[in-house]
């Protein structure tokens, strides 16, 4: 999945859960909800539990590939 579809996927999932909701646009939050959660990623110990994707993909990789999708989200 590119960085820029993993973006779009994030904050989908978050405007499924807000659509609705007293008529009002929640774009913003949506978006700021998906780069929450692409931080906590970043800021947690994921490169430990995925060794062997680290094995197909430098864990250095691992981290371009999320701050692009951080890009991406801000893009959206």
Do not use: H
């Amino acid at each position: 999945m590119t960085p820029k579809e993993k973006a779009k996927e994030l904050v989908d999932k978050f405007r499924q859960q807000t659509d609705g909701i007293a008529g009002y646009n929640y774009d913003d939050v949506n978006k700021q909800c998906a780069l929450i959660a692409v931080d906590q990623i970043l800021n947690s110990n994921y490169k430990n539990t995925l060794t062997d994707l680290c094995y197909k993909l430098t864990c250095n990789e691992l981290d371009n590939y999320w701050q692009e999708v951080i890009l991406e989200i801000e893009k959206l």
